[in-house]
């Protein structure tokens, strides 16, 4: 598909903005949406509206068959195990402090290590400063290049033994078990960042 085509998927660049064709740059913060997106959004709102695992009636349960349903779709689209695997949050912060709060609680150890990069945005920086402060975890940060990218290579030399999570700019976490962090050193196409 060409970019023009995805383009035209996208009402908003339909907009004038002050007399300018609009150029956005700001889509990790707030993404713009495709028609089709739109659509849906308003039909939800028009005629399925109500709210999702709380109450018994018709609407009630559509609404929770249609969630549940995308959990199962998305699941298949990223190849996971378990739709249980796919746990909805609002945005990246509530995601990372999700992943912090739980699993970082639970299986990071005094002196286990964080490796994130220099790129991040606060919300994949903070949570892990609090572990830091209340566990006494280390977090390392994988250098940009001349470009402002962060070569994976960059990444694998930061990982010891000690390395839990591995959480980069791209907004894509990973824990590691200790038995992937050994092979990690062998086989570096393992590695995610
Ligand atoms: C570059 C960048 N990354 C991450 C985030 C956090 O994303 P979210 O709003 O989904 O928590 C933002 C939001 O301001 C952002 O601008």
Do not use: C
């Not at 495709?34 to 009630?60: C, M, W």
């Not at 559509?62 to 959990?71: H, I, M, Q, S, V």
């Not at 606060?122 to 006494?136: D, E, I």
């Not at 959480?167 to 590695?191: H, P, T, V």
Request: charged share 25%; net charge neutral.
């Amino acid at each position: 598909m060409k970019i023009d085509q995805i383009k035209k998927e996208f009402p908003i660049f339909d907009e004038k903005i002050q007399n300018n064709d609009l150029v956005y740059l700001d889509s990790a913060n707030s993404s713009q949406k495709p028609k089709v997106v739109i659509d849906r959004i308003n039909e939800f709102y028009t005629k399925q509206f109500s709210n999702v695992g709380r109450s018994v009636h018709y609407l009630a349960v559509a609404a929770t068959n249609l969630y549940e349903n995308t959990r199962t779709s998305v699941q298949k689209y990223i190849n996971a195990k378990d739709k249980n695997e796919i746990v909805f949050t609002k945005g990246a912060t509530e995601a990372l402090n999700l992943v912090a709060n739980t699993l970082g609680q639970k299986y990071l150890e005094e002196g286990d290590e964080v490796i994130i990069t220099e790129l991040e945005h606060h919300s994949n920086y903070v949570p892990w400063h609090f572990l830091r402060k209340s566990k006494n975890i280390k977090i390392n940060f994988a250098e940009i290049n001349e470009f402002g990218e962060v070569p994976i290579e960059n990444i694998e030399k930061l990982i010891t033994a000690k390395t839990k999570i591995v959480g980069g700019y791209i907004k894509i976490l990973r824990l590691f078990a200790k038995e992937q962090i050994a092979n990690a050193s062998s086989d570096k196409k393992s590695i995610e960042a």
